[in-house]
């Protein structure tokens, strides 16, 4: 005969895709006949954006737009030139169980780049940056706390566990015209530009989101098309944006990641010399998975106290969402510009920031490397680029009572300050936002199915009430009950024991 099992249900968020694709780099970059002739190249810079992307069927599109910018030194040897070019590009994964809910989530990765002058009007570019995607949305998880019949003696396993309440993506705008300012120099030509964003609050309401957040801005432009003189600004920009989130409410556990999708910096100098303006223009991809805190008992083990029976088993996965992570960090180095001495830094950033969560001895960290990138004046006044990698380590505060963590921690960088030490020393301090989530995965065995034969029945003795058992310091009651096909509360009940497992070595009672 078959045991019926009592079923319930458990939402759950499962990847339906994780998938990484290499898009290639290969140009000829003809400067333009504005641009002056290319005396050495100091960097060439890889930005990809992307345009749209969008789940079909089984399958999930990408668009985007790959921005090559090269700094070269001008022929005459006294400013940094700018020329760009844009490259489009698309790519497709394959999605397994396509689901109508599903959302995405798109990170650019650049690989390598490699670039070198072939003529004072031409450069030749190979590259290659990744473009890495995650695709998940809602099912539901079957798990079985129950098996019916009179003759089961089951064990069960509690555990607290995340439910998904809902999960939603949406995309929105945030435009703003900024001003330098008089008194500093007449922007001319934006040489380089960055966008950071973060999630500084988020109020929930019922099936929506509030969150405030801002895109810092910071730019590198030139002053004088002549002499190539430069100087630097940041914008804050604050935003708020109300999501449509179903399934949130005040007391969901609410995730929010921002990604930057592309945007464009523009001066309005372009056409109208005497402005200080800049239009900024930046599309941002929220992704929204809201959870709360659910207690699941799933028949760990069984047996009968009639029969012998067979049972099945299966491999349950489900994590619990134990801590939000918002916190900020520094990375510190000193940085050597080798046999370039230094008199005046003209920009320095952080870029292409890559880290790894690591669980280990009962402590949390989060640690990695990025690339401190700088152009800077020599001591005969010419502009030369360094870039080195700067190590980072910081350890967030989670609970203590994890069992086995992981992270989708990010980190960002917030700004960077520096001193120069030396003739070909700087000292840089890099504030670093560490954002995301740290999941605690819990993996259970639970039965699957339990099956008798009536004609199996089970051997006791049924001569004597009471049977006399020598058990030994941490023998476990239930292995004792279901070797004398009784039940461990029946032992615990006759032996005036609080605890199912014997804590010294000694005798018995077990009732029949």
């Known amino acids: 005969m078959e045991y019926q099992l009592t079923k319930e249900i458990c939402p759950v968020n499962e990847t339906l895709l994780d998938g990484t694709k290499e898009q290639p780099i290969d140009i000829e970059l003809n400067l333009p006949d504005y641009c002056p002739d290319i005396e050495r190249i100091l960097k060439c810079r890889v930005s990809p954006g992307i345009t749209g992307r969008n789940i079909s069927g089984d399958m999930l599109e990408i668009n985007g737009n790959a921005l090559i910018s090269l700094y070269y030194l001008d022929s005459r040897k006294q400013a940094i030139r700018l020329c760009e070019h844009t490259s489009p590009f698309s790519c497709s994964f394959p999605v397994k169980s396509p689901s109508a809910d599903a959302i995405s989530s798109v990170r650019l990765r650049t690989e390598y780049i490699n670039c070198r002058a072939v003529s004072p009007r031409r450069a030749d570019i190979h590259g290659a940056f990744s473009v890495i995607v995650s695709v998940t949305a809602g099912r539901e998880q079957e798990y079985f706390t129950e098996i019916v019949g009179d003759d089961i003696r089951q064990r069960r396993r509690t555990e607290t566990v995340s439910r998904l309440c809902g999960s939603s993506q949406q995309q929105f705008s945030v435009t703003e015209v900024l001003d330098i300012g008089q008194g500093r120099g007449m922007p001319e030509s934006i040489l380089r530009s960055e966008l950071s964003v973060s999630c500084d609050s988020v109020k929930a309401l019922t099936d929506k989101l509030m969150i405030n957040g801002e895109v810092v801005l910071r730019i590198l432009y030139i002053t004088d098309l002549e002499t190539g003189a430069q100087d630097t600004m940041t914008f804050n920009v604050p935003f708020s944006q109300v999501l449509d989130a179903k399934g949130v409410t005040d007391s969901t556990v609410n995730e929010v990641k921002l990604e930057v999708m592309n945007y464009s910096a523009a001066l309005k100098s372009e056409y109208d010399e005497n402005s200080t303006l800049v239009t900024l223009d930046a599309r941002l991809c929220a992704c929204v998975t809201a959870c709360e805190d ?219």
């Open 294 to 512: 659910m207690e699941i008992s799933i028949i760990e083990d069984a047996y009968s106290t009639e029969y012998n029976i067979d049972l099945s088993y299966r491999q349950y996965k489900l994590t619990r969402l134990a801590a939000l992570l918002n916190s900020s960090a520094y990375a510190e180095a000193q940085l050597s510009t080798g046999d370039s001495s230094i008199t005046q830094i003209l920009d320095l950033w952080c870029e292409q920031v890559s880290c790894i969560s690591v669980y280990e001895n009962d402590s949390f960290s989060v640690r990695g490397k990025l690339s401190c990138c700088m152009f800077a004046l020599d001591n005969e006044g010419v502009p030369f680029y360094i870039e080195r990698p700067v190590e980072f380590s910081a350890s967030p505060e989670i609970p203590a009572d994890l069992i086995n963590p992981t992270s989708s921690a990010d980190v960002s960088v917030k700004g960077v300050s520096f001193r120069i030490t030396g003739d070909n020393t700087i000292d840089i301090k890099a504030e670093l936002r560490i954002s995301g989530a740290v999941y605690d995965n819990i993996r259970l065995k639970g039965v699957d199915s339990a099956e008798a034969a009536e004609d199996n029945c089970r051997q006791k003795d049924k001569a004597a009430a009471l049977t006399l058992y020598y058990a030994d310091e941490g023998e476990s009651l239930w292995d004792i009950a279901r070797a004398y096909c009784t039940s461990t509360e029946a032992i615990m009940l006759e032996n005036e024991m609080t605890d199912d497992v014997i804590t010294a070595r000694g005798m018995i009672l077990i009732p029949m």
